[in-house]
């Protein structure tokens, strides 16, 4: 190779590193990330697309630099990721994401006091829990009685709980953890018709969302157990709003929340994933 001739594998190098750079950058920043990984991943994703932004710049320092033998294989492993996440594809079924996650595989169960908050909310202001009360805001509380988080949606004297979409998996794993004091209560919630599994009844059906622990590779719907009559004319994987009230019922020996349904409305698909940590 003649001195100031490009260094056409320190060019491939470059060119690959940056553009790996790039989607990650692009994932992390428009959110599309959270179609693969859950939002812990994000600030690792900011590294990583620093650290190749890094090693681009050290390779750009042998663009014109004499290299006699080429190895240019160790490119294409960079290129893949790319190819991956720019080739057209469909979001993950919700019919094929498994079995459904309850109360002792996905909520902990009743001794587990302490659930997982992805994000707690805080009230515009917090105040005592009476005022939390008023602003129609449900205080969590720890075992020991410490605020770990606030949800939405919360109306004690009316006897209702409409679940923001947002506060999901928040609100059934309080559902979980404590189904005596909300018996009786309205639930309003949406989710997919997910009814064609082992453990359901003929007349159970769960409006379900798909959890994401750690990666795509581990979705699993999760829900709360809905009693219906007509559950056969219910079509699987079509999203529905469900009002209906909560019983305490049993699964496997365990309380389990079950939502006696008196009304069902079609919903717009959501597309966003929950997330338990």
């Given at each position: 190779?003649?001195?100031?001739?490009?260094?056409?594998?320190?060019?491939?190098?470059?060119?690959?590193?940056?553009?790996?750079?790039?989607?990650?950058?692009?994932?992390?920043?428009?959110?599309?990330?959270?179609?693969?990984?859950?939002?812990?991943?994000?600030?690792?994703?900011?590294?990583?697309?620093?650290?190749?932004?890094?090693?681009?710049?050290?390779?750009?320092?042998?663009?014109?630099?004499?290299?006699?033998?080429?190895?240019?294989?160790h490119c294409f492993l960079l290129a893949i990721p790319v190819l991956l996440v720019l080739l057209?594809?469909?979001?993950?079924?919700?019919?094929?994401?498994?079995?459904?996650?309850?109360?002792?595989?996905?909520?902990?169960?009743?001794?587990?006091?302490?659930?997982?908050?992805?994000?707690?909310?805080?009230?515009?202001?917090?105040?005592?829990?009476?005022?939390?009360?008023?602003?129609?805001?449900?205080?969590?509380?720890?075992?020991?009685?410490?605020?770990?988080?606030?949800?939405?949606?919360?109306?004690?004297?009316?006897?209702?709980?409409?679940?923001?979409?947002?506060?999901?998996?928040?609100?059934?794993?309080?559902?979980?953890?404590?189904?005596?004091?909300?018996?009786?209560?309205?639930?309003?919630?949406?989710?997919?018709?997910?009814?064609?599994?082992?453990?359901?009844?003929?007349?159970?059906?769960?409006?379900?969302?798909?959890?994401?622990?750690?990666?795509?590779?581990?979705?699993?719907?999760?829900?709360?157990?809905?009693?219906?009559?007509?559950?056969?004319?219910?079509?699987?994987?079509?999203?529905?709003?469900?009002?209906?009230?909560?019983?305490?019922?049993?699964?496997?020996?365990?309380?389990?929340?079950?939502?006696?349904?008196?009304?069902?409305?079609?919903?717009?698909?959501?597309?966003?994933?929950?997330?338990?940590?």
């Open positions: 190779m003649k001195r100031g001739a490009l260094n056409l594998q320190a060019a491939l190098e470059v060119i690959c590193l940056a553009a790996f750079s790039a989607v990650l950058l692009y994932l992390a920043l428009s959110g599309a990330y959270l179609y693969y990984v859950a939002p812990r991943v994000k600030p690792y994703l900011f590294f990583s697309a620093g650290a190749l932004l890094v090693c681009a710049m050290f390779s750009a320092t042998r663009l014109f630099r004499p290299q006699y033998r080429r190895r240019s294989a057209p594809h469909e979001q993950i079924s919700t019919v094929s994401s498994g079995g459904l996650l309850t109360g002792g595989s996905a909520f902990g169960g009743a001794d587990n006091q302490t659930p997982a908050i992805s994000s707690p909310l805080s009230p515009s202001s917090p105040g005592s829990s009476e005022s939390s009360v008023e602003d129609g805001i449900y205080t969590m509380e720890g075992a020991s009685g410490q605020v770990i988080g606030y949800l939405h949606g919360y109306d004690p004297e009316a006897r209702t709980v409409t679940v923001p979409d947002s506060e999901f998996y928040n609100w059934c794993s309080e559902l979980f953890l404590y189904p005596d004091r909300f018996e009786g209560f309205e639930i309003t919630m949406t989710g997919f018709v997910l009814k064609d599994i082992p453990s359901l009844n003929a007349d159970e059906f769960v409006p379900a969302r798909l959890m994401m622990s750690c990666c795509a590779a581990d979705l699993s719907p999760c829900g709360i157990v809905c009693k219906y009559d007509n559950v056969s004319a219910l079509a699987a994987d079509s999203w529905i709003t469900v009002t209906g009230t909560l019983q305490v019922g049993s699964f496997e020996g365990a309380p389990e929340p079950q939502i006696h349904v008196s009304s069902i409305e079609p919903a717009e698909e959501i597309t966003d994933y929950v997330y338990p940590y």
